[in-house]
């Protein structure tokens, strides 16, 4: 069973600190809100996790079982089982999605899928998360709707397995068809009991499609209040604003 | 004939059949300023005798024509007067020409392939590629080998006929190829020009298009991939002098290696009297490491105030971190990320090519260059 350890995680963007020592444990089976205002740290979290070029560790470690995930490059650490669905997927033109998707899926999984599978899998996943398909012959997020990149990021959650996967903001600017869509994709996803799962949000609505066993309040780039389901009911109710202005 | 300059853009090109009505280039003017003339192994300044051979072996469906035909047979300098001193140069010194006909209405069956393979030395040629009205036809230039060659191309394309010819530069490293390709437009004519340049050490293409009566249709494509210390320069020229014509112009390169240069000059005239003229131009240029240097000048002049469209667009940047971190993230390394993002700059080009083996035989030298 797999854990994600972030131990005192320290990240500044060109000079400017944003994490302040960040620590949390994700375990398999787990899912952990994090919660907190625009500006808290939230996003550079995920990327920073990720590998991000932008992002300067300055202190602290990741670890996924053991392993220092701030050791390995990007796509090390994809291979090694991170999964960050973006908030603002980028299009890159001239790559389609099937073809992108297959590169992904062999490179994960260190051997090229048997095609028939392969495209059984794809139709499948695309199905249950109502894609059409005649969207994997488009160019990677190129024209995509922000629905439409959303759900692409959870169909390449399902499909490549990870053992912890960080959400960011993944519900935002959904409707809430589309909301429950990705949610369920979610669901299915951790449905296993195998996975971590960290689903970083602002607000507390996809929290009633994706139940979590813990929420984490950020403000000002750490930590600052940790507890249940019911914290986000707390949030709900009163808002951030007792946590900015003890943060400010 | 005499020296004549068209006077009524400032891009004054100049036209002649005569060589000493084209000064020798010192590389100040305009027209020569990208070009590295100490290169061009006396192409330009009269010193490079013909001393080998390109051999020209060609390939054709059986509906067209082939000829091989002396300096002065008629219907050479028809479509095209040699508009700079090599071209000039060119003309004054090729001993046969090629004559491609397809008759009229005749759809060739297949491509017509021509490979022009140098042998070495100094050569000069001539081709004219005639379709007579309604008649289509595929041509491919297939260049490679070792050589200094100048030459002129002779695109005739008849009232409503379609001509789609793809030119390959596929010379090896110590090539030097300087050349005109123009192509003249009948009436509700088409005309898709698609350039591959890969090779050569110095190589520099001037495609440029004419419309001798309104309802033509141009579409000039180019990719270029360029090497440490290769200089690659693309000129293009369309001059919309009749009414109702449209011309798509889109080159993409890709450059990597200290000293790679690319030139892409992109002209367009839409004259006075081209009304309704639609016209869009694009270069597009990847530079994959330091040291390479793409200079990129579109030039668009309306003379007219009434277009259906004229636009143009240059942009020369890097590959996007961003691009690359979200193919990574997914687990794709590095090498492989960038592979496909570069495969990706091309895709919608290599589309274009409509003869699979060809667009294969370009892809595979795309990822060869890839992996140097």
């Known amino acids: 069973m797999s854990t994600l350890e972030i131990r005192d995680l320290q990240v500044a963007v060109e000079d400017k600190q944003i994490l302040r020592g960040v620590n949390l444990t994700v375990k398999a089976g787990e899912t952990h809100a994090i919660m907190g205002p625009n500006g808290s740290g939230k996003s550079t979290l995920a990327y920073a996790i990720a590998g991000h070029p932008k992002y300067t560790v300055t202190g602290g470690q990741v670890l996924l079982d053991g392993v220092d995930l701030l050791e390995l490059s990007v796509d090390e650490r994809a291979r090694a089982g991170l999964f960050l669905a973006m908030q603002y997927p980028v299009e890159v033109p001239g790559v389609s999605v099937s073809n992108f998707l297959r590169s992904a899926v062999t490179s994960v999984r260190g051997e090229a899928p048997k095609l028939r599978e392969f495209a059984k899998d794809l139709k499948a996943g695309m199905d249950a998360l109502s894609i059409d398909a005649a969207f994997a012959q488009r160019n990677l997020n190129e024209g995509f709707s922000g629905g439409e990149k959303k759900r692409h990021e959870i169909l390449q959650l399902e499909l490549l397995k990870p053992k912890i996967a960080v959400l960011d903001e993944t519900d935002s600017g959904l409707d809430v068809d589309a909301l429950r869509v990705v949610s369920e994709g979610i669901n299915r996803f951790r449905s296993s009991g195998e996975t971590g799962v960290l689903l970083i949000t602002h607000y507390t609505r996809i929290l009633r499609y994706v139940k979590p066993d813990f929420v984490h309040v950020f403000a000002a780039g750490r930590v600052v209040e940790e507890g249940g389901p019911e914290l986000a009911d707390k949030l709900e109710a009163e808002g951030y604003e007792a946590y900015t202005k003890a943060s400010a | ?372």
């Open chain 2, 1 to 372: 004939m005499g020296l004549a300059t068209t006077p009524s853009s400032t891009l004054q090109r100049k036209s002649s059949y005569e060589l000493d009505d084209f000064a020798v280039p010192t590389g100040r003017e305009e027209e020569w300023r990208f070009t590295p003339l100490s290169r061009l192994k006396g192409l330009h300044d009269g010193t490079a005798a013909a001393s080998g051979a390109v051999a020209v072996s060609v390939d054709a469906a059986p509906e067209a024509v082939v000829e091989t035909v002396g300096r002065d047979d008629e219907r050479i300098g028809k479509a095209y007067v040699p508009s700079d001193r090599v071209s000039a140069q060119a003309y004054a010194s090729f001993e046969k020409a090629t004559v491609i006909t397809v008759p009229r209405e005749a759809v060739a069956s297949k491509p017509t392939v021509i490979t022009f393979t140098g042998g070495g030395g100094t050569a000069y040629g001539h081709t004219v590629v005639r379709l007579e009205p309604m008649a289509e036809a595929v041509v491919v230039l297939d260049h490679r080998g070792s050589a200094v060659y100048a030459d002129n191309v002779e695109f005739v394309v008849g009232d409503g006929a379609t001509l789609k010819v793809v030119s390959l530069q596929d010379w090896a490293d110590d090539a030097v190829h300087v050349s005109q390709h123009h192509a003249r437009l009948g009436k509700d004519a088409t005309f898709r020009g698609f350039v591959v340049t890969l090779g050569g050490d110095v190589v520099r293409l001037s495609p440029s298009v004419s419309y001798s009566a309104p309802g033509g249709d141009a579409d000039l494509t180019g990719l270029y991939f360029v090497d440490a210390g290769q200089h690659l320069e693309h000129r293009l020229l369309v001059d919309h002098s009749q009414p109702n014509c449209k011309s798509n112009v889109v080159y993409k390169g890709a450059l990597q290696g200290d000293d790679a240069h690319a030139v892409w000059i992109g002209d367009v005239i839409i004259r006075v009297e081209a009304e309704g003229t639609d016209t869009y131009e694009l270069n597009r240029n990847l530079l994959l490491t330091d040291g390479a240097r793409a200079d990129s000048v579109p030039n668009l002049e309306i003379l007219t105030g009434e277009v259906a469209g004229a636009g143009h667009a240059s942009a020369t940047g890097r590959l996007d971190d961003e691009h690359i971190f979200y193919l990574q993230a997914r687990g794709i390394p590095f090498d492989e990320a960038r592979r496909l993002v570069i495969r990706g700059f091309f895709a919608q080009l290599l589309e274009k090519i409509e003869l699979p083996e060809l667009r294969e035989r370009v892809l595979a030298k795309v990822e060869a260059e890839l992996e140097k």
